[in-house]
């Protein structure tokens, strides 16, 4: 199989020609067709990421057809399927007993502890593969696959206000932003300063404001979800929310929080991480997505390209997802 990896930290991705998994037990082999790249894959190639088990074969927004399944698979060759994040989990520990898997110690991710979706093969457990609905493309569905999952838990945990702060308009925000809509929320989108581009984005996608993240917004916000990388933020949104709301933290990684006055959390404002996904957040996701059209606006890349890919969204030269085909 040919995939794009790691081979040692900070390095650029090369091309390799590998042999192919075996297939048993719950195990499947996708054939890939788009994979979603993905911030959490430049913590991995940046190494920001602990542990990191190079050589590393990014990404986990992962959209294929199997082509081959275990005796004990839930899809068959011919399923459309996509492989997110949380690829595999114990089963056992009190996280997994409690419905919490997102946090079990012994978790393995695609791309980062498991072979992941820069590539034109993968071999996933298949029991914590998805579905993807039939409206979708297979490159406008990759980036639903953690932009639209993660995006989607951090809704969730936001509570159910109307006024949603949304700070860093990127794959995840944009994905988000749209739900929000659906639910009959009013988004504010908080961008870099002067990244204009970004805040006419999100307002084309139904933004009732826009503007720089430094700025409050014309009205307190119910909760705001944090995607940019930006522990500096974390004050600002607590300022910008009502008491008693919620700042919601969507990333793996962020840069150390400044310290704050106690005021500006006091009135019973909280601050709050998301890790992961569970399996029943993806179901709930990709039964959402069925009901309305996502647009997800994509930039494609070969699979070989995967190093310009990364550096573009590191360097911020697109608004949306990029998306690599093989």
């Not at 979706?117 to 593969?129: F, P, V």
């Not at 659906?182 to 009732?208: K, N, S």
Request: aromatic letters at 8%.
């Amino acid at each position: 199989m040919k995939v794009m990896r790691q081979e040692a930290a900070l390095a650029p991705l090369v091309a390799r020609d590998l042999a192919t998994p075996a297939v048993a037990g719950h195990a499947v082999r996708i054939a890939v067709a788009a994979c979603g790249v993905c911030r959490t894959d430049l913590h991995v190639v940046d190494d920001e990421l602990p542990d990191v088990p190079r050589p590393v074969i990014p990404g986990h927004e992962v959209v294929g057809r199997v082509v081959e399944a275990g005796p004990e698979a839930r899809f068959a060759p011919g399923d459309r399927v996509g492989v997110p994040w949380l690829g595999w989990t114990c089963g056992s520990c009190e996280f997994c007993r409690g419905g919490l898997e997102n946090l079990c110690p012994e978790a393995r991710f695609t791309g980062y502890t498991l072979d992941g979706g820069y590539a034109d093969t993968i071999t996933a457990d298949s029991r914590y593969c998805l579905p993807i609905p039939a409206r979708y493309t297979d490159e406008a569905a990759a980036p639903l696959l953690c932009a639209g999952l993660i995006g989607y838990r951090c809704l969730k945990l936001a509570g159910g206000g109307r006024d949603i702060g949304l700070y860093g308009f990127g794959a995840a925000a944009h994905i988000v932003a749209q739900i929000a809509r659906f639910q009959d929320r009013r988004v504010h989108a908080f961008v870099r300063p002067g990244d204009d581009r970004a805040a006419t984005f999100a307002r084309e996608l139904g933004a009732v404001w826009a503007g720089p993240s430094d700025a409050p917004p014309p009205d307190p916000l119910d909760a705001a979800i944090i995607f940019a990388p930006v522990g500096a933020l974390v004050p600002l949104a607590l300022k910008a929310v009502k008491p008693g709301g919620s700042v919601v933290c969507g990333g793996i990684h962020m840069s150390d929080i400044p310290s704050f006055p106690y005021a500006d959390l006091w009135r019973e404002r909280t601050i709050r991480s998301v890790a992961n996904l569970t399996r029943a957040d993806g179901a709930e996701f990709m039964d959402l997505a069925g009901r309305f059209d996502i647009e997800t606006h994509t930039h494609i890349y070969p699979l070989a390209n995967a190093n310009q890919a990364l550096d573009d969204l590191r360097a911020g030269r697109f608004s949306g997802a990029a998306v690599l085909v093989p």
